[in-house]
């Protein structure tokens, strides 16, 4: 099976934006597939903030994921996860701000 999807990104340019631009890395992921490699795939995205654009949404190319299903298992058995890769600062920047209420 072949599941096509296209993600979308909103961007909010922050003060210490000199670039014009912010890059991204996502992942799609089958959830029953990881830890495994072929489980996950991940993406690099530039969106730019053309002229004084503070916000912008973005659409990535087309993503194509492609599933083995066995014999005598339905499609809705498997979950597909889209997320953003983060480095480690700001993965404590989210737990903070959870734990904060925010």
């Given at each position: 099976m072949t599941v096509d999807?296209?993600?979308w990104i909103e961007a909010r340019r922050g003060p210490a934006?000199?670039?014009?631009?912010?890059d991204f890395v996502y992942f799609v992921a089958v959830?029953?597939?990881?830890?495994?490699?072929e489980g996950?795939?991940?993406?690099?995205?530039?969106?730019?903030?053309?002229?004084?654009?503070m916000r912008v949404v973005a659409a990535d190319e087309?993503?194509?994921v492609k599933i083995p299903l066995a014999r005598d298992t339905s499609a809705t058995e498997y979950e597909i996860v889209v997320g953003f890769r983060l480095s480690a600062e700001e993965l404590e920047y989210n737990r903070r701000r959870r734990e904060a209420g925010l």
């Open positions: 999807l296209s993600v934006d000199r670039d014009h631009a912010a959830a029953q597939f990881v830890p495994r490699p996950r795939a991940e993406f690099k995205v530039r969106v730019p903030f053309e002229g004084n654009r087309p993503v194509s």
